[in-house]
């Protein structure tokens, strides 16, 4: 992977290309964007770039034994730090054990990297301790900072950082990301880079087709009371057995990079909760909106009869039947009842109780 494949973000690969080619990498960096649109990406191939052992210019090689290691997430002088535990900050604690590695020699690269994952998260005490790093960079040691919230990230240590903007992507590029790197058949690709806002972890996931069709499928269920109610019980059924799948991701993903930098088990626990937690969040919030896309579907063509105006082109034959035999009042409150139920899960209220409830009071006519 090298600079060439980052979509949409020229000025942002264009600053880190010409701070190689000038040996004029910054100590600190702040990434600043939105999820899912490559600032993640661009800190690996950064790292790679710092570490690679056979560089082509600017663009790591991709196949050395660093490269690889990075890749997996395995490379001792490549770090990644994020938020533990449900209360999702990153605690004294972590800081603290990073910035001793901090000064010491790549184990085995040229250059430490630590990535630092919703940077926005660290807490005052936190932002304080890394700071002090930051006033005084260790030499061989680049520190990546990532946040959609600078704001919320302390001023102090803002400043000490050079920042880095992301922008969301083209409709077009999520496609052909989704097709490329995931091997999606275009039309698919082609309905999920639509709902995903310009970021490709959303496309994936609008891609998947048994959520589409779980989700969608319950719409055809909620004619009669015992039609909700079994639909109610396929939708818990299946974030069951999804949330057991980003839990079985979670210990997948997040291991201790090597046995001279084993984590402890209560650390790699809460990292794995803090990673469940967060995927599972955003898959109730991704169901929800796959509902509510496909009842603005309904509403467009009601009002339009414009097909080309429809996000879920291949439920054409499902939308339009609800089109003509639901009211508007009815899509309109079927509209508003999402986004409450969108809210009441994104306060932690269980979304076993909200989404009876919102199946429920659906309405059909």
């Known amino acids: 992977m090298s600079f060439n494949r980052i979509l949409d973000q020229s000025l942002a690969v264009r600053t880190l290309q010409s701070a190689l080619e000038k040996d004029r990498v910054a100590h600190a960096y702040l990434f600043i964007g939105p999820a899912g649109v490559g600032r993640k990406l661009t800190a690996s191939v950064l790292a790679k770039s710092l570490n690679c052992e056979k560089l082509r210019g600017h663009n790591p090689c991709g196949t050395c034994s660093s490269c690889h290691l990075i890749a997996e997430g395995k490379h001792p002088d490549v770090q990644t730090i994020m938020p533990t535990k449900r209360s999702s900050t990153i605690g004294v604690k972590q800081i603290e054990e990073l910035l001793p590695i901090a000064y010491m020699r790549p184990i085995s690269g040229k250059c430490k990297v630590f990535v630092l994952s919703e940077a926005d998260r660290m807490g005052l005490e936190t932002a304080n301790k890394l700071l002090k790093t930051l006033e005084e960079p260790p030499p061989s040691t680049v520190f990546v900072l990532i946040t959609e919230r600078p704001e919320s990230v302390l001023p102090t240590v803002a400043s000490r950082c050079q920042p880095i903007k992301f922008g969301r992507l083209h409709t077009e590029s999520v496609a052909q990301i989704l097709v490329s790197d995931f091997h999606i058949d275009q039309e698919r690709a082609s309905v999920a880079a639509s709902l995903a806002d310009g970021q490709v972890t959303r496309g994936l996931e609008f891609a998947d087709p048994k959520r ?14 015992s039609g909700k109610l079994k639909a109610s019980d396929q939708l818990l059924e299946f974030l069951a057995e999804q949330q057991q799948s980003i839990q079985e991701e979670a210990e997948k993903k997040i291991t201790s990079p090597d046995e001279s930098a084993t984590a402890s088990r209560s650390t790699l626990e809460d990292l794995r909760k803090s990673f469940v937690d967060r995927y599972y969040r955003s898959l109730i919030n991704d169901c929800l909106g796959l509902l509510l896309v496909f009842y603005r579907d309904i509403l467009v063509l009601k009002e339009t009869n414009a097909e080309e105006l429809v996000i879920n082109r291949n439920r054409l034959g499902m939308i339009r039947k609800h089109a003509k035999s639901m009211s508007l009042a009815a899509i309109v409150q079927n509209m ?7 809210k009441y899960c994104a306060h932690y209220v269980g979304e076993d109780r909200v989404f009876a409830d919102l199946l429920m009071g659906l309405r059909t006519a």
Not at 212 to 225: A, F, K, R, S
Not at 336 to 342: H, N, P
């Open 336 to 342: 508003e009842d999402i986004e409450r139920a969108s």
């Open 212 to 225: 589409l069709d779980t989700v969608l499928g319950l719409v055809d269920e909620l004619n009669t009371c």
